[in-house]
């Protein structure tokens, strides 16, 4: 049996990836999420810069649906102005992407890397020992 380089590559990041998730706290799961939502708008950039708009359009949908992911993991049964901001902030983040799709817009790929790289700073300034056992700071 023969493996292509490439396809050898994707099984390891495939198992690299699983093996993080897995017994990953529920306050390293966002940081992997963050992290993942700068890789694909990282990618999308480069992409942009040499032209090549599948892979732009493929890495900012997986930015999209990241950035999806983290709003949808709000717990939104916690009453709080955070919460709300940080929603809003998530949906302004997913339309920006979406224009900087369409019209392959580096500058709006770096604001919301930028904002993505504050909300990690903050949630990495939490730490997983200082977050509740319960939901992190109203997320899931």
């Known amino acids: ?14 198992v690299s ?6 017994g990953a706290s529920p306050h390293r799961l ?13 990618v999308a950039k480069g992409s942009i810069q040499r032209n090549e708009i599948p892979g732009k359009t493929q890495a900012i949908g997986r930015a999209i649906s990241i950035v999806e992911g983290l709003r949808m993991s709000l717990d939104h049964t916690v009453k709080n102005d955070l919460i709300d901001n940080l929603d ?10 979406l224009l900087a799709n369409l019209k392959s817009d580096e500058k709006v790929l770096d604001e919301v890397s930028y904002l993505l790289r504050e909300i ?5 300034a939490i730490g997983s020992e200082a977050a509740p056992q319960g939901p992190l700071a109203g997320v899931e």
């Open 120 to 124: 990690q700073e903050a949630w990495n």
């Open 88 to 97: 809003e902030l998530y949906s302004y983040m997913e339309r920006r992407l």
């Open 30 to 42: 966002i940081s992997l999420l963050l992290d993942g939502a700068l890789e694909k708008i990282a």
């Open 17 to 22: 990836v699983r093996s993080r998730v897995e």
């Open 1 to 14: 049996m023969t493996y292509s380089a490439g396809n050898a590559m994707q099984a390891y990041n495939t």
